[in-house]
């Protein structure tokens, strides 16, 4: 799962290399970014036995129960809500609503990463 979200990060990085402002692939980008955040999410929870075809649900469960992460809901709530607005609405991603989240989901993209090592080596040992 690691290395899938690492693969959805790069293409993110490549698509955005000398992408205009104006361009209609920024939805590309984002959505490239939330299956990275999200791929980490499942991971993670997996060592809590807990799956669902809901993100809504996962995305919950990991503020809820991982408080010692210092995760905000409403960043969760925030890019899925655009996320399924691209998907299922036609919704337009803006260069601006991009980098209004690209630090943050890098941030828990990192931390996430983390974390998952952590529990693989503690689990291997």
Known sequence: MI???TGDQE??????KDLHKESIIWNNVYCCYYDALHKLVEAYLMF???????????FAYLCEK???LELDWNFFERIRTKRN???YYGQKVTYDNL???EIQVKLYISLLEKEITKKINQFND
């Not at 293409?11 to 955005?16: D, L």
């Not at 809590?48 to 996962?58: G, M």
């Open 99 to 101: 980098k209004s989240i």
């Open 66 to 68: 991982h408080k010692e």
């Open 11 to 16: 293409v993110a990085a490549k698509i955005k």
């Open 3 to 5: 290395e899938l979200s």
């Open 85 to 87: 607005g691209i998907n």
């Open 48 to 58: 809590d036995k807990i799956t669902s075809l809901n993100h809504l649900c996962l």
